[in-house]
Each structure stands twice: as structure tokens, then as C-alpha cells.
């Protein structure tokens, strides 16, 4: 109760405390001189991971959390084809969840209700009458492709994978599951270039996205019909 009052009131360590886990981490790994501190944060792009662990082959692949448009979204989508190793369907599940559910402004959970029925509501909300299927399937690509490149041109990374996609806990790699059915299990065999050199890259290419640095390709935003809003944006970083 003390702990939280300083938090609150920023007093003290508590206004170390307040910054988030990644930000404490990295404050008392400087002021002790030991880097090592930071290997047990556990965070994706710097924001706390929810409860659902990549190193349980049944519950998160660790790529989606990698490449979820919100750092360390645990509902963005497409878990089934992360778990299964089939990216295309995990890429179609966050595109799909974007656009039905995101951008509708309404929540996933009961989206099951009305499959198939997402044009007619957006028709019948809009006024519009041409709106398509197609052009639905797009509005989750759209809202990925920028999302990336506002985070990259944000924090102006010239190594995205190396500066921001490779954020992740230490402790995925390093500290098999304790018990449980899956006692002993470990994200990617332990093994993180299998994930970032391997994985990502594959993830990237199926996005029409670059494989080095995960930069949205011009025929890609040209596809997507918003190479005229962030073209110029994804040529600076190319």
C-alpha cells in the first residue's frame, strides 16, 4: 500500500516505479552497472506482457506479439495460424480483426454473431453502397502498413529488427516453463534468430514488406490504395 501511494504520487522510487517495468529495468540496471537487470523485465516493445505465454506451443507464437500493431497485443488476431505455423492465416486473422473489429470501433468477442455481415453494417451505417468484401479484407493491411511506418519514422530507426522488433523478454528464450503439461517448453527452441531471421523475415515477405527492415514495398501501398498518404514516408526508410 505504501509502495503504491509513492507510485502514485511519484515519491521517492516510486517515481522511478511509475515509468513502467522496461524504464525501471533499465534505471537500476544504469545505476548499478549491471546490465543483466534487464534480462528480467518482461516486455515487448517496451510494454508489459499480457497473460498469455509464447513459450507454451499451445497458447502464443512469439511472432505475434513481434508483430501485433499495438506493442504486445494479446488480441490482435490470427492466433491459430501463429500457433500452427501458418503465417498467411495469422496475417489474414489481424487483418480481419483490424477491419471488423478495431476500426468498427465495436468488440471482437461477440464478432462471431454477425461473420459474413460486416459489409452490410458498415453499408447500412455509412449510407455507402459500393463498399465490397475486397475492400474490407484491405482496411486491416492499410491500418498494419502505416502502423509500422509510424513506428519506425517515430523513433527514426535505421535497424528496425535490431532497434525495435528484437524489444522482447529474454526470458522467452531462457526460462523454460516451470510445470504445468508443458513443463520444459521454451519459445523457438530457445533459439532467437529462428524467430528474427527466420520467422519475421517470412511474416515480412507475406506482407509484401521488405525481409531486412519490414518496410511496407511501393507496390504493396499502391495495392493497398495509400502509396499517395505514406509513399514518400516508406521511401525514406528503405
Known amino acids: 500500500d505504501a509502495l503504491l501511494k509513492k507510485i ?3 515519491e521517492g522510487v516510486g517515481d522511478k516505479l511509475a515509468n513502467g517495468t522496461y524504464e525501471t529495468a533499465k534505471y537500476f540496471a544504469d545505476l548499478k552497472g549491471n546490465p543483466d537487470i534487464m534480462k528480467y523485465h518482461v516486455t515487448t516493445h517496451r510494454y508489459g506482457q499480457p497473460a498469455h505465454d509464447v513459450r507454451s506451443p499451445i497458447d502464443k507464437n512469439a511472432l505475434e506479439y513481434v508483430t501485433v500493431h499495438r506493442p504486445t497485443e494479446h488480441t490482435g488476431g490470427g492466433t491459430a495460424g501463429f500457433v500452427g505455423g501458418d503465417f498467411a492465416a495469422g496475417i489474414a486473422g489481424q ?3 483490424t477491419a471488423s473489429a478495431d476500426a468498427m470501433g465495436v468488440c471482437m468477442f461477440p464478432a462471431g454473431h454477425w461473420a459474413g455481415k460486416t459489409v452490410d453494417f458498415i453499408k447500412a451505417a455509412t449510407g455507402w453502397t459500393d463498399f465490397t468484401e475486397e475492400e474490407l479484407n484491405k482496411v486491416g493491411a492499410r491500418e498494419f502498413a502505416m ?8 523513433q527514426q530507426l535505421t535497424d528496425p529488427k535490431e532497434q525495435w522488433d528484437k524489444l522482447v523478454p529474454h526470458r522467452w528464450f531462457n526460462d523454460p516453463l516451470p510445470n504445468g503439461p508443458f513443463k520444459g517448453a521454451i519459445a523457438y527452441e530457445g533459439n532467437p534468430d529462428k524467430l528474427f531471421n527466420e520467422a519475421l523475415p517470412a511474416y515480412w515477405k507475406l506482407r ?3 525481409e531486412d527492415k519490414g518496410i511496407p514495398t511501393m507496390e504493396t501501398l499502391k495495392a493497398l490504395g495509400i502509396d499517395d498518404i505514406v509513399g514518400d514516408l516508406a ?3 528503405l
Request: aromatic share 10%.
Open 8 to 10: 502514485i504520487a511519484r
Open 95 to 97: 487483418d480481419n480483426k
Open 147 to 154: 502502423s509500422r511506418l509510424f513506428d519506425i519514422h517515430t
Open 208 to 210: 509484401g514488406w521488405t
Open 235 to 237: 521511401q525514406q526508410h
